[in-house]
């Protein structure tokens, strides 16, 4: 059993920056792959980034690509996501999940969700 608390979220202007933390409780995190997620009003979830278990083969949405950066600290229990360059359309709740496929990625069954927190650009 894996639990899952996203912080960080809050109001940025476009252009700024934002940096998301993810606790996860149980000794076994280490050998989950772990991804951020989000979804905004009216939208269906969407995939945002995926780190694997050791942290080398980080994947990230198009959209995201460039500006985004997931990352992982298994001796804390947490996962980031540092956001830059922020827009309008990344306006969303975002969402950590966590996978017992080690490797992660976009495709994989996640079976923990974190609560979400909300990320609001403005414009």
């Known amino acids: 059993q894996v639990q899952l608390v996203e912080s960080g979220g809050g109001l940025v202007q476009a252009g700024g920056s934002l940096r998301l933390s993810c606790a996860a409780s149980g000794r076994t995190f280490s050998s989950y792959g772990m991804a951020w997620f989000r979804q905004a009003p009216g939208k269906e979830r969407e995939f945002v980034a995926a780190?694997?278990?050791?942290?080398?083969?980080?994947y990230y949405a198009d959209s995201v690509k460039g500006r985004f950066t997931i990352s992982r600290d298994n001796a804390k229990n947490t996962v980031y996501l540092q956001m830059n360059s922020l827009k309008p359309e990344d306006t969303a709740v975002y969402y950590c999940?966590?996978?017992?496929?080690?490797?992660?990625?976009?495709?994989?069954?996640?079976?923990?969700w974190g609560q979400g927190t909300q990320v609001t650009i403005s414009s």
């Open positions: 999940a966590a996978s017992k496929m080690g490797r992660g990625g976009s495709r994989v069954p996640y079976e923990y």
């Open positions: 780190i694997s278990w050791s942290g080398d083969m980080p």
